[in-house]
C-alpha cells in the first residue's frame, strides 16, 4: 500500500469543465510534487511546494493551479483543459528537497480529456 | 547539465535469467542516485538508492553500485520472476540547488514463465 494517497483514480472531464485532484500523506514530509506522466514516459515535474509554498513551477499552463492547504495536503486545480492533457498525474512527498532523500509517490489519477 | 541515459527497451526475459539495465549519468558535483520500479497501474516506488561513491544500494534482489568513475548505476538481478515485470526508471538527484529528481526515459522489462 502508498502512503501518499491520490483521489479520484480515474477522472474523465469535459474541456469546459472544473475539477480538482487530491493529494494526502501523513509521513510528515514537507516538501510535496506533482509530476504528469504519458504513456511510455517518464514522470514531469510540474510543481514543487517546500513547506506549503510553492518553489518551483516548471512553466506549467495556467490552466492547472496547485494548491496546498496544509503540510498532509496538495491539490491540483483544474480548468479548461485540452484533449493533450489527458495522462497519470502523480503526486509524491518526501522529507526535505536534499539529495537523499527518495520520493514516495501515490498510484495517480488518470485523467482523460474529452 | 544533470541527466540519465538508460538502455533503451524493452527488455523480455525468460524467468530465472539474469537482469541488468545500464544507467549512465552526467551531473556537477555527487548526486544520489535512485531506480525505481513502476508496476502496471501504479505509481513510482522506490527500489534502492546510494548516496556517494562505491555505495551499493540493494531490495528484493535487486542490486547497483554507485560507480563514479565510469558514472555509473546499473541495475543488476540474478533470477528474475515474472513478478519482476515492470518499467526501471533510473534517477538522480544533484546535492544542491532547486531541482529535484532528474529521470532516464525508463525501461521496460517482461519476464515470462
Known amino acids: 500500500d502508498t502512503e501518499v494517497t491520490q483521489t479520484p483514480k480515474h477522472l474523465v472531464m469535459g474541456m469546459t469543465n472544473k475539477k480538482s485532484l487530491k493529494c494526502e500523506q501523513h509521513?510528515?514530509?514537507?516538501?510535496m510534487y506533482w509530476y504528469k506522466q504519458k504513456a511510455k514516459k517518464p514522470p514531469e515535474l510540474m510543481f514543487v511546494?517546500?513547506?506549503?509554498?510553492?518553489?518551483i513551477n516548471e512553466s506549467v499552463p495556467s490552466r492547472f493551479s496547485p494548491e496546498c492547504p496544509n503540510s498532509s495536503l496538495l491539490n491540483l486545480h483544474l480548468h479548461a483543459l485540452q484533449p493533450e492533457d489527458s495522462a497519470l498525474y502523480l503526486c509524491?512527498?518526501?522529507?526535505?528537497?536534499?539529495?537523499?532523500?527518495?520520493?514516495?509517490f501515490g498510484n495517480g489519477t488518470r485523467l482523460t480529456v474529452t | 547539465g544533470n541527466s540519465v541515459t538508460q538502455m533503451e527497451g524493452p527488455v523480455t526475459l525468460s524467468e530465472e535469467a539474469f537482469l541488468t539495465i545500464n544507467c549512465t549519468y552526467t551531473a556537477t558535483g555527487y548526486p544520489s542516485l535512485f531506480w525505481y520500479v513502476q508496476y502496471p497501474g501504479e505509481g513510482l516506488q522506490l527500489l534502492l538508492k546510494?548516496?556517494?561513491?562505491?555505495d551499493k544500494g540493494s531490495n528484493k534482489g535487486f542490486e547497483a553500485t554507485y560507480r563514479k568513475e565510469t558514472t555509473s548505476f546499473h541495475l543488476e538481478k540474478g533470477s528474475v520472476q515474472v513478478s519482476d515485470s515492470a518499467v526501471y526508471f533510473c534517477?538522480?538527484?544533484?546535492?544542491?540547488?532547486?531541482?529535484?529528481?532528474?529521470f532516464g526515459k525508463g525501461t521496460r522489462l517482461s519476464v515470462i514463465a
Open positions: 509521513m510528515g514530509h514537507r516538501a
Open positions: 534517477a538522480l538527484h544533484r546535492n544542491s540547488g532547486n531541482t529535484p529528481l532528474v
Open positions: 511546494y517546500s513547506y506549503e509554498k510553492l518553489s
Open positions: 546510494a548516496t556517494k561513491a562505491d
Open positions: 509524491a512527498s518526501s522529507q526535505e528537497r536534499d539529495r537523499s532523500s527518495p520520493l514516495h
